[in-house]
T-cell receptor, first 116, second 118 residues
Framework: AQSVTQLGSHVSVSEGALVLLRCNYS??????LFWYVQYPNQGLQLLLK??????LVKGINGFEAEFKKSETSFHLTKPSAHMSDAAEYFC??????????????FGKGTKLSVIP | DSGVTQTPKHLITATGQRVTLRCSPR?????VYWYQQSLDQGLQFLIH???????AKGNILERFSAQQFPDLHSELNLSSLELGDSALYFC?????????????????FGPGTRLLVL
């Protein structure tokens, strides 16, 4: 079984400050990891994904995440927060089975508030 | 606008009833995915269809079923509805059947159908 833990259901940062959203996973097989963003009253949007190429992944809107196997982590960062970054962020893990099917598990989400 | 459309936007029904939610993928996309988002359960993957065939199944209840039609639109059927089924149901589409590849394996999400079971 696999799981995803997002530390902190709510995170507040000042505009211009570093954004750090934490994600830890557990998986018995090599995972693929994703970060999604959900703006208020909108659907999800893919921010970035780790697919076993580079461990540092750059995404849209200035976000990036680093896959650290030894720490089973995939934390999301952005050097300088903008007001428009206020949203809910979801980490997800996918593992593929030998039959070609897969399991997809989401974390519970972290709501990011940006203080002017 | 992601290009994925879902109807209806809102649905209010009673316990025990059956509803059908519809999803039209982006033009040319062969995969459709269904998700449920609720306060209790969070975000859950339900099911994935690729070119008419089931590709992967997540936490989909037996009371729920889905299919993808030859024109690639998909329907999610929810039956014997319970209060706990109240949620936002949204779908996504992608060009191919995988999720971990490049641009053609990126999902685009619809705005969702908000279901309220009374």
């Amino acid at each position: 079984a696999q799981s995803v833990t997002q530390l902190g259901s709510h995170v507040s940062v000042s505009e211009g400050a570093l954004v750090l959203l934490r994600c830890n996973y557990s998986s018995s097989v090599p995972p693929y990891l994703f970060w999604y963003v959900q703006y208020p009253n909108q659907g999800l949007q893919l921010l970035l994904k780790y697919t076993s190429a580079a461990t540092l992944v750059k995404g849209i809107n200035g976000f990036e995440a680093e896959f650290k196997k030894s720490e089973t982590s995939f934390h999301l960062t952005k050097p300088s927060a903008h007001m428009s970054d206020a949203a809910e962020y979801f980490c997800a893990v996918i593992t593929y089975s030998g039959a070609g099917s897969y399991q997809l598990t989401f974390g519970k989400g972290t709501k990011l508030s940006v203080i002017p | 606008d992601s290009g994925v459309t879902q109807t209806p936007k809102h649905l209010i029904t009673a316990t025990g009833q059956r509803v059908t939610l519809r999803c039209s993928p982006r033009s040319g996309d062969l995969s459709v995915y269904w998700y449920q988002q609720s306060l209790d359960q969070g975000l859950q993957f339900l099911i994935h269809y690729y070119n008419g065939e089931e590709r992967a199944k997540g936490n989909i209840l037996e009371r729920f079923s889905a299919q993808q039609f030859p024109d690639l639109h998909s329907e999610l059927n929810l039956s014997s509805l319970e209060l706990g089924d109240s949620a936002l149901y949204f779908c996504a589409s992608s060009a191919r059947k995988g999720l971990a590849g490049g641009r053609e394996e990126t999902q685009y999400f619809g705005p969702g159908t908000r279901l309220l079971v009374l």
